[in-house]
């Protein structure tokens, strides 16, 4: 399932800041979307931290189900944490591998071949599609914009963020938009690999993770033929 950031602080052009996640109207909200998400009934549910850490992410988990911890507005907690103790998981899962892209040399091909403004008006339209969700966000539920963030449309308007938008950037011994693609393929290929190591045959998996990782991710599953994909658009009608 592909989500945004609910902390909205990440640093990504595309970050949506939005109002009090912990208010009542928020915290209702997302009771409903567990509600849709529970008759899934997964057997694990997977989460966007580094794998590395999974450990980290357990001992944090097991002290909420012990009452000993406080909920932050990160979509992991509020939807991760919060769904696993519903369906009674002892455990849940991190599938995150952190790769820094090449944004740096990205600048610097565009500041170097007169291409400083395209790289600028890039950025500025991906802000200004955040700040139209913000508005959207303000009259709808987190509910009905998550039934628009998975679907195919969103899923091309996430990848052709790559595909169109950066990988025009470069030359013919150049290529740094190129680069920044296919290191955003490794980084998701490096996430099915964790999702492929913690799951175990007949095991029925939510991965709740960033939208734009949804966009690659599904068709790699799709493709992989000990996978079973399961769309979560209709679990959320």
Request: hydrophobic residues 35%; without cysteine; charged residues 30%.
């Amino acid at each position: 399932m592909g989500v945004f950031h609910f902390a909205g602080s990440t640093g990504d052009a595309a970050a949506i800041q939005l109002d009090n996640m912990l208010g009542e109207r928020r915290q209702r909200e997302i009771s409903e979307i567990l509600d849709h998400l529970e008759k899934y009934k997964p057997d694990k549910v997977l989460v966007e931290y580094p794998s590395k850490k999974q450990a980290e992410l357990n001992q944090s988990y097991q002290q909420y189900l012990q009452g000993e911890k406080t909920l932050t507005e990160n979509e992991i907690h509020q939807l991760g944490f919060k769904l696993a103790k519903r369906l009674n998981h002892a455990k849940i899962y991190a599938i995150d591998y952190k790769l820094n892209l090449p944004f740096g040399e990205l600048r610097e091909y565009a500041e170097t071949h007169g291409k400083t403004q395209y790289l600028e008006d890039f950025i500025g339209n991906v802000k200004s599609y955040a700040r139209e969700k913000e508005a959207y966000l303000e009259k709808h539920t987190l509910l009905d914009y998550l039934k628009q963030l998975n679907t195919d449309s969103s899923d091309l308007w996430n990848k052709n963020l790559y595909l169109d938008g950066l990988l025009t950037l470069g030359t013919d011994t150049l290529y740094p938009g190129a680069r920044m693609a296919g290191d955003y393929y490794k980084r998701n290929a490096y996430i099915l690999a964790n999702i492929d190591r913690v799951t175990e045959a007949g095991d029925r998996v939510l991965v709740i993770i960033g939208s734009g990782h949804r966009a690659f991710l599904k068709p790699m599953v799709r493709e992989k033929r000990d996978f079973k994909y399961v769309e979560v658009h209709p679990y959320l009608k």
